[in-house]
């Protein structure tokens, strides 16, 4: 196996835990709901938003913080949680423009 394929086969191996976050309707949800409002939720107006319990959401949260698709904001004695996608989104980017390159390398 070439080095340049070995590589994209790497990429694909780190973005799993990545594109397992995203196959949940339910956090896909909350990417969606978080990205209309810029300014961050808390737990209870996302819970008003869906049919999941809060710690249900709150578990969703957890998954999406830690994969770097959200981060939490302290105000007061709340979490609000705020989209950033761009680390995450990057390792995705990075991992199709190496399947392209690859793919325009073959032909």
Known sequence: MSKPLEDVLQQFRDSIPLLDVLTDENRQAIIMLLAQHKSG???????????????????????????????????????????????????LKTLIAAIEAECNGSQ
């Not at 998954?63 to 007061?76: A, C, M, N």
């Open 41 to 91: 939720l808390n737990v209870n107006t996302i819970s008003g938003h869906m049919k999941l319990s809060r710690p249900a959401i709150s578990h969703h949260l957890k998954v999406l913080r830690l994969s770097g698709f959200i981060k939490s904001e302290k105000k007061g004695v709340e979490n609000y949680y705020v989209l950033t996608v761009r680390k995450p989104l990057e390792q």
